[in-house]
């Protein structure tokens, strides 16, 4: 019945150093995060597609910007300007009042526009072409290149005089109209664009490192485990019950025949195995006769509040290896006899 329960309250102790879960509750708070942003983001998107649908733009205006405006047209003209790939085209619009609006279509012309064109290149053509709703944001005009190319082009369509670039900006057009659907990202200021791609990347490279450190360190855990054989393990558990805490809060034991860490990582070290005890890279490390480095402390272990049990524990633990080596010699001794 004592060793039953000397048992239990040994894998007791070892769950408590065992499943130190920080890192997976890190990571799954991280990736819950970029999941979080993910969604609220697409509310976001499903909420302004609703607000747009059911709010009235803005008259546009040749002379000032806006986020959402729109603007009636009855004829268009051109293209006369488009970017190298031809995916972006501008074109002279005509208002209910002929007021004249400078509009940029991305990708195809829609076919009712298509139609408007036809109807203001060929006076021929009998059947009026219904007017046409354009809506998008007005753009201030920021390229020299786009003014000189409207301002000659609505100069030859209407016969005119020349005319000096900044009286064109003041009496015909400053702004041009972008008929680009404007979702609520391009509504954004540049790093708020930047926020919305940027945090859930973060946080999901964030949360899945994490996660894959927990994987990874639980597997060399149980490949760690693996070199103990039962009769180690019975033994380190019940010793584990016996003993205190090398120091409070340090999840460090040391039994009688081993150091039991679960300070940075779970691990049960046989003194006999041992080789000895270093410091590098700021971790306390065992060396196995394999080879092999066991982290006995993180990183940490040099904080002024720790550095005075610091040299106890490695002037413990040597005690105990060199002794578990005169044990192993005599009983090699005895064995040999």
Known sequence: MEDQLEMQEGMRRIGRLRFRIGRLLTGIACLSAAAAFIIAFSLLAWY?????????????NAFQESRDCSVDIQLLAGPFASTQDDKQTFYWGYGLMMEPVMVLFTGELPEECRALVEYTHNPGITEIPEPVTIRGRSVSIENTDIYDYALEFYQTMWGLAPMERNEFKQTVASCYLDSAKQTWLKKLPWYGTLLVFFLPVVFFVTGFSECRRF???????QKRMSVLSEEEMQTAVRQLAGASEFEPRSRIYVTADYVITGNYQFDIIPYARITSIEETGGFLIAVTGDGAAHILLSSGHKKPDRISWLNRLKKVLEEKIIYAKIQGEHYAVISGN
């Not at 302004?48 to 546009?60: L, M, V």
């Open 48 to 60: 302004d597609g609703i607000h747009t649908r059911n709010t009235a733009p803005e008259p546009f």
């Open 215 to 221: 994987a990874v360190q639980k597997k060399r855990e």
